[in-house]
C-alpha cells in the first residue's frame, strides 16, 4: 500500500523539499519578500487567521493594513501568511488581503487543513501554527501574532490543545505575542510549552506572563528579556544552536491600552460559559468567543486587540 502512495506521489511530481524552498506550483513566496531575504534584510512573518476568523469586516482588512504599513515604516518587509486557491503564499498583494478579508468561505488552516486546502484548491487564513510552517520554509525566523492558541478550559477532560503548541515544540521560529487570552487556561498552556522545550520568555522589567488583554496573567515566564538587543541574542541563540523547537516573545499590552480589562474578563466568562452550554467544539471555540466577548463589550475587546497588534509590531521594529 504505501509503495502506491509512493507511487502515485512520483506521478503527482512531489518536489523535494530544496527545490520548492521559495517557488512552486504550491508555495509562493511575494518577490518583495524573496528580495528581502536574499538580501539579508529583515522580514516579519504575520498571520491570517485573524484576518478571515479573529475580526470582523472591515476592522479585518485595515488592521491587516496598518500592521503590514508598521512593519514597513521601521525598515522591515511584511510577509502576511496566506492559502488562496490552493496556494500557500508567504507575503500577499493588496487583493490578496482584500479577498482574504471578505471571503466567508475561507478555511482556517492550521498544520492539519494544510494538506485539505492544497489538494482542493481553498483558501484560507493561516494560524499560528500554519503560519509558522510557511514562514519557516520561507527562512524568515519572526513571526509576529496577537494570541497564540493554547490548552482550552477544562483541556484536562476535552483534550482540546491548540496545534500552535506542538508547532511551537517542532518548529524554530520565534513567535512574538501578547501571550495567551484568558479564554483559555494559561497555566496548563505554560506547562505544555515547557514539555515542548518551548522557550518562553517576556519582554519587559518583569517576568510576568501577559494575559492578551492585560499585563498579568498570575503566571510567570521562566525568563524576561529587557531591550530588542536581548531579544535578538536570543532568537539568535536559538537559531545558531540548530534547536528544531520555536521561541515565544511575550510582550504584554501596555498599561494605559489595558484599562478596559476587568470589562473584557468578565465578557471573556460568560462567552466561556456560553460556548459550553451551546456544545461548541474544536475549532470554532476560539472564533465564538472572540466575537462574543466583541459584542458583550460592545467593541472594547476589538478595539484593545487593535491596539495591541499596533503597539506589538512597534515594539518588535525598535
Ligand atoms: O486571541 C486570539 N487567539 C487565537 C487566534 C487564532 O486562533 C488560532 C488558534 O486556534 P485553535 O485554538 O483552534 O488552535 C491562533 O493560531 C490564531 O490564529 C485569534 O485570532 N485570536
Known sequence: MLGRVSTFLQRCGVPTFHRCRTHDSLFNVHPSVSEALAENKPVVALESTI??????????????????????????????????????????TQEQLHFLSHDNASLKVS????????????????????????AHRAG??????GGIGGVHRDGENSMDVSADLTELGRTPIAVVSAGVKSILDIGRTLEFLETQGVCVTTFGK?????????????????????????????????????LQSGLLLAV???E????????????????????????????D????????????????SLKASILLLISENEIRNV
Open 51 to 92: 484576518i478571515t476568523h479573529g475580526m470582523p469586516y472591515p476592522q479585518n482588512l485595515s488592521t491587516a493594513e496598518e500592521v503590514e504599513a508598521i512593519v514597513r515604516a521601521h525598515g522591515a518587509t511584511p510577509a502576511t501568511v496566506g492559502v488562496l486557491q490552493g496556494r500557500l503564499h508567504v507575503g500577499l
Open 111 to 134: 498544520r492539519r487543513d494544510l494538506p485539505y486546502a492544497i489538494s482542493k484548491g481553498l483558501s484560507g487564513g493561516t494560524t499560528v501554527s500554519g503560519t509558522m510552517i510557511a
Open 140 to 145: 524568515i525566523p519572526v513571526f509576529v501574532t
Open 206 to 242: 518583569s517576568k510576568d506572563f501577559p494575559a492578551f488583554f492585560s499585563p498579568h496573567s498570575g503566571f510567570s515566564s521562566p525568563y524576561n528579556v529587557t531591550d530588542a538587543k536581548e531579544a535578538a541574542e536570543l532568537i539568535a541563540g536559538m537559531l545558531s544552536l540548530g
Open 252 to 254: 504584554p499590552i501596555p
Open 256 to 283: 494605559e491600552h489595558s484599562a478596559s480589562g476587568q470589562l473584557i474578563q468578565e465578557a471573556v466568562c460568560t462567552a466561556v460559559a456560553e460556548a459550553s452550554e451551546k456544545g461548541i467544539r474544536g475549532r
Open 285 to 300: 471555540v476560539t472564533p465564538f468567543i472572540l466575537q462574543r466577548v466583541s459584542e458583550l463589550t460592545r467593541g472594547e
